[in-house]
């Protein structure tokens, strides 16, 4: 099994301090804070060593999004106008939905699969996640895919 192009997405509060550390060292230099490696790891209290050692295998979900379809699972309670309420928050961040599964709602909870373009106008990818999911009514939104 190769595992060296093998991908996880994790919450946020899964992640090592080490590698969020190093996502805002990065966010440092790309923004123009900081001219040099050593001063933006001296800010975000890190080694250039672990910089170089992970700076290549973490970035924000939504800086590597655009331009990719993600495909999630929905947990919801069976309550008219919910799933048109998640449809338009897919919408007011621009996202495109190509396509919408629905499971008969059993015991007033229903699963939703969707697959959506995020496309270069999307906005910030991991609000939009986070503004569904604090839909009332939703119970979770799992990422299933990312192609």
Do not use: C, W
């Amino acid at each position: 099994m190769n595992t060296k192009n093998e991908y996880f997405v994790v919450r946020k509060k899964a992640v090592p301090e080490v590698l969020l550390n190093v996502v805002r060292a990065k966010g440092l230099l790309e923004s123009g804070k900081v001219d040099t490696v050593q001063e933006a790891t001296d800010m975000v209290g890190i080694s250039r060593s672990s910089f170089y050692k992970y700076k290549d295998d973490i970035f924000p979900f939504r800086d590597n999004a655009k331009g990719k379809t993600i495909t999630f699972i929905v947990q919801m309670d069976d309550v008219p106008g919910l799933l048109s309420s998640l449809l338009n928050k897919i919408a007011e961040y621009n996202a495109n939905v190509l396509t919408i599964h629905q499971t008969i709602p059993i015991n007033g909870v229903a699963s939703l699969t969707l697959s959506v373009d995020i496309l270069p106008e999307t906005g910030d990818t991991s609000k939009m996640f986070s503004d569904m999911e604090s839909l009332s009514g939703v119970s979770y939104i799992k990422i299933l895919s990312r192609e």
